[in-house]
């Protein structure tokens, strides 16, 4: 049987890239990038169990402007995996899996997750 004349799957060269496709991908990454978040969260715990000048420069750590793009990343990436679950709670009862349904839903999911995550840092971190 000749290489050619087997059934090709679908690719990405075949689809029109959406962006309920980049949603997905991105949700796979959010939940990797929760493993991230996780070990930053289990490193300040450590700090605050041993106390002292661990734990002092730690906290300086996550007051610098890197330590605090890392928690803002982790905060958008906790929201925005949260809302990416929701969104799949939503089309596992079968609503909203009509082409404009999956747009609208993931452009929605989108919105939430950075309005979520500029309301906790404005509430908790700028404006306290």
């Avoid at 330590?67 to 958008?76: E, I, P």
């Avoid at 009509?98 to 700028?126: H, M, N, Q």
Wanted: glycine share 12%; hydrophobic share 60%; aromatic share 14%.
């Amino acid at each position: 049987m000749a290489l050619s004349s087997r059934p090709l799957s679908p690719h990405l060269s075949i689809y029109r890239f959406t962006l309920s496709m980049t949603m997905s991908i991105v949700h796979r990454a959010t939940g990797i990038a929760l493993m991230g978040g996780m070990l930053v969260l289990l490193l300040w715990l450590v700090a605050a169990a041993i106390g002292g000048g661990f734990f002092d420069g730690v906290n300086w750590l996550f007051g610098s402007w890197f330590g605090q793009l890392v928690l803002f990343g982790f905060t958008f990436v906790l929201f925005h995996h949260m809302i990416g679950g929701i969104r799949h709670f939503i089309w596992d009862r079968a609503v909203g899996l009509d082409a404009a349904g999956r747009e609208t839903i993931v452009r929605v999911a989108l919105g939430c997750s950075i309005a979520l995550t500029l309301i906790v840092w404005a509430v908790f971190v700028w404006f306290k």
